[in-house]
């Protein structure tokens, strides 16, 4: 049984006010050191295993032709997280998310019922172009959460997320272990830069459920 060291940080209400002041204001947020290295390790380590185990596939591919034009999009490597994990560093950050969730329930009146998450790796020479995550208009997802897991990113290791702004430059956000970064699915468009190293993250999204079957 590995040692499990429990996530410290409580996310009292003055945060989550202030998160969802950010995101009703500007859209997106981001916080660096939102888990400490012990936590973001113990991810990485579960992220590691799950590679060793080959559970990771490519995103979001296609066969052929599709495969090339997908590897223009985007060119990580994902796993589906279980909702009920047995590594209990995973079933603690589904817990963070779920106190995240709620409290911008309580804040903006969001209806988020759900969350769904991924592991990603993106093998060095990899990016994501500049896209949004609420794909088409049937997509449920409200907000993107990231956090990453490099425990030794440096300026020129590349990677960053760039965080497009209507009115004002880019954000530039670098994916060290412990930043946490969250935006609005479908207003947010972002890229992931080229990355020179390994890059590892946590990918999730807290959803609406859609009403009825989509006729409306
Ligand atoms: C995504 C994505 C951003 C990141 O998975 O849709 O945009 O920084 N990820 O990993
Ligand atoms: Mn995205």
């Not at 497009?164 to 699915?185: I, K, Q």
């Amino acid at each position: 049984m590995r040692n499990f060291v429990y996530f410290m940080h409580k996310i009292n209400q003055a945060e989550i006010q202030q998160y969802a002041d950010a995101l009703a204001d500007e859209g997106w947020f981001v916080i660096q050191d939102f888990v400490d290295e012990q936590f973001s390790k113990q991810l990485l380590e579960i992220v590691s295993e799950t590679r060793f185990n080959q559970n990771f596939r490519r995103a979001g591919i296609g066969a052929g032709a599709d495969y090339q034009l997908n590897n223009k999009v985007r060119g990580d490597f994902i796993h589906w997280i279980s909702p009920h994990p047995s590594e209990p560093v995973l079933q603690e950050w589904i817990n963070v998310m779920t106190i995240l969730r709620s409290g911008l329930n309580r804040e903006l009146f969001l209806g988020l019922q759900d969350i769904e998450m991924h592991m990603a790796i993106y093998p060095s020479g990899t990016f994501y172009q500049r896209h949004l995550d609420q794909f088409n208009e049937r997509s449920n997802r409200i907000i993107s959460v990231v956090l990453y897991l490099n425990q030794h990113w440096e300026p020129g290791m590349g990677g960053e997320l760039v965080i497009y702004r209507d009115a004002a430059e880019p954000v530039t956000v670098d994916p060290h272990a412990g930043t946490l970064v969250c935006f609005l699915s479908d207003k947010i468009e972002h890229e992931v830069m080229q990355t020179h190293v390994e890059r590892f993250s946590i990918t999730g999204w807290m959803l609406r459920k859609p009403v009825g079957l989509g006729f409306l």
